[in-house]
Structure formats: structure tokens, C-alpha cells
């Protein structure tokens, strides 16, 4: 009979206690399951969610915007998106935001990719040009921005709406003069298309005065108060598999496989090691770390994105938090 009583005093006693924070953590990609993405993947094969105590379903995604709208709206807990596009989207949101909590990738990528037979050698030679790509391209909507740090009117080249897919296939063909894209995605997809890579130009957004930050996990705020230890622990096992990946991308590749049978291996290392050069490994963050994000920076970064997309400047902590991050010690390079 003691026996009995004790455990019916134990259940009771576990029954009242505080709910435990959600360990699921539904994420979606900003596209879909590629390089530079696969670091997600990584971190589930490796055990580190598991370890964490986090179960954290992955999913293709279809587009910074749909992923940031999709994280706002509560139908993912967190995503993997372009930073820039948190901006805008939180400016112009009367209802639900999201928000950045680490940011992956310390400069941004965007690019005009073009080939050299074109003879397009810098912004200025843009002019009259045919540019296509996707209406809602970040790097498309952020033209204004190169456009201005090269002394170039943005109404100055002929712009084409095409489908994600058409986009490094017409520029090899020859259909249009130029696209706008991520540098690591662009590059590779034109040589998985048959361009050789020394026929590749790319006119970066950061080599004439764009000094914005990439891609980012960003959270649906509402959740991420809810179970800041998950958060945390989805920061932490990146970071981890960020520092592996700087030493060997394989393994990462290797996880994408799992997924996946049917990418091209050799390319989607080629992309993720493109985007660790391009974007993960800075002087800022071989100095302070993954994530190190400086106000004034990020304040000039907010004001430039604003002005190229037309929106009143929000503040900086409604784009971003550092409340999530690991100790410092967790978000080294270790190179």
C-alpha cells in the first residue's frame, strides 16, 4: 500500500509541473536542399540535435520571402533566410514578424552574374542590358543598391521575370545578357548547365559599397519565448557544424546525399565551399565569432536595405537578438 501511494504521489507531483518547452522544431530552407544548406542536415546526422535534446524537422524551401512569411505566420518555428529580406518584411508586416537570432553568414552573396563573351566587366556596362530573374529575387530587389555605389541609374537595364530554373540556363544560352542571384548558387548552377567556370563574371554587391549581411536563422518570436533553450540549442549544433565544415565540407555533402540521392556531389561541395569563402569566413568573424553583429553596422545595413526597397528603417532589435546565442566560446571559427 506504500508503494502504491507513492507512486500515485509521484504522479500527481509530475503532473503538476511547469509544461516542458517544445523540443520539435519545425524549419524550413530558403530553397531548395543544396550546399550550402546542407550544414542543417549535417547537424542532424552528426546526433548534435538529438544531444541537444531537439528533434528538428527540416524542409525545402521555396524563397527567402515565402520562408520569413512562413516562420512569421507560425507555419515553421524557424527558417534559414536571407537577412535582408527579415528587414523589409518586419517594416512592412502590420501583424506577425520574425526574427533573426544567428546570423550565418556575415556578407552577403548577392550578385549580377554574367559570361565574358557578353563584355560586361563592371556595373557601368550594365546599361541597356537584358538581366532576368525571378520577380522576387533578393538580389534582383536589391539592384538599387549596386546600382547606386556604382553611379548607376537602376532604370537603366531591361529587366526579365523568368522562373527560378530558366534563370542560369537562359544566361548560358545567350537569351539574356546578365542574371541576379547568389554568387555560390549562380556559379555552380552555370556549370552544372556547361559554362566553364573561367567564363563566369560575377559583379558582387559588396565590391561597391554594399556592406550587408547574408543569410541568417531567423525564429518565430512567439515560440522562440516559448523554448529559448531549443533556440539555443539549434544555434549551438550549427555553429558546431559550421566549425566541422570548415575543416571538411564532406561530411556535410555526404548528409545532403542521404536526403537526396540524386544531387551531384562534386558541384553542391564546390557551392558550399563557395559560400564558406564567400560568407561564413570574414575578418570580422575570424576575429569574434560566428554571429558577431555590430549595431552601427547593422543600423547602416537596415538604413541601405530600406533605402533600396522603400521602407521606413525599423529598429534593430526588431530584426535581430542575441538572446539565443550559445556562450562566445560556442561560436569560434577555431582556425
Not at 530587389?141 to 521575370?161: C, E, M, S, T, Y
Not at 522562373?163 to 548558387?185: F, K
Request: one cysteine or more.
Amino acid at each position: 500500500m506504500r508503494i502504491r501511494a507513492g507512486i500515485v504521489a509521484l504522479i500527481v507531483a509530475l503532473a503538476a509541473l511547469p509544461a516542458q518547452a517544445q523540443s520539435k522544431i519545425r524549419f524550413t530552407l530558403d530553397w531548395i536542399m543544396q550546399g550550402p544548406q546542407s550544414t542543417f542536415l549535417r547537424a542532424a546526422e552528426s546526433g548534435c540535435f538529438a544531444r541537444e535534446g531537439v528533434e528538428v524537422a527540416i524542409d525545402r524551401g521555396f524563397g527567402s520571402g515565402d520562408a520569413v512569411a512562413k516562420v512569421a505566420a507560425g507555419n515553421y518555428d524557424a527558417g534559414f533566410a536571407d537577412f535582408n529580406v527579415v528587414m523589409e518584411f518586419n517594416a512592412r508586416s502590420s501583424g506577425p514578424k520574425a526574427l533573426a537570432v544567428f546570423v550565418m553568414h556575415d556578407a552577403s552573396s548577392a550578385s549580377v552574374l554574367t559570361l565574358t563573351s557578353t563584355g560586361i566587366a563592371a556595373p557601368k556596362d550594365l546599361v541597356g542590358k537584358r538581366l532576368a530573374s525571378p520577380a522576387g529575387d533578393a538580389s534582383r530587389r536589391l539592384f538599387p543598391i549596386l546600382a547606386k555605389g556604382a553611379g548607376l541609374d537602376p532604370a537603366a537595364v531591361v529587366w526579365q521575370n523568368i522562373s527560378p530554373e530558366l534563370r542560369e540556363p537562359m544566361l548560358a544560352r545567350g537569351e539574356v545578357d546578365a542574371i541576379t542571384g547568389l554568387t555560390y548558387t549562380g556559379i555552380m548552377s552555370l556549370v552544372a548547365v556547361g559554362v566553364p567556370v573561367e567564363r563566369i563574371r560575377t559583379l558582387k554587391y559588396t565590391d561597391y559599397g554594399a556592406d550587408l549581411y547574408g543569410h541568417a536563422i531567423v525564429v518565430n518570436p512567439g515560440f522562440a519565448a516559448a523554448n529559448g533553450p531549443a533556440i539555443t540549442a539549434l544555434i549551438r549544433c550549427t555553429a558546431e557544424t559550421m566549425r566541422e565544415s570548415l575543416k571538411t565540407p564532406e561530411p556535410s555533402i555526404a548528409a545532403l546525399q542521404k536526403r537526396d540521392p540524386l544531387v551531384n556531389a562534386a558541384i553542391e561541395l564546390e557551392r558550399l565551399k563557395l559560400s564558406i569563402d564567400c560568407c561564413w569566413v570574414t575578418a570580422n568573424t575570424r576575429a569574434n565569432g560566428f554571429s558577431a553583429v555590430a549595431e552601427p553596422r547593422l543600423v547602416a545595413s537596415i538604413r541601405t536595405v530600406a533605402d533600396a526597397f522603400g521602407f521606413a528603417p525599423p529598429r534593430p532589435d526588431q530584426v535581430y537578438t542575441a538572446r539565443y546565442l550559445p556562450p562566445p566560446e560556442a561560436l569560434r571559427l577555431g582556425l
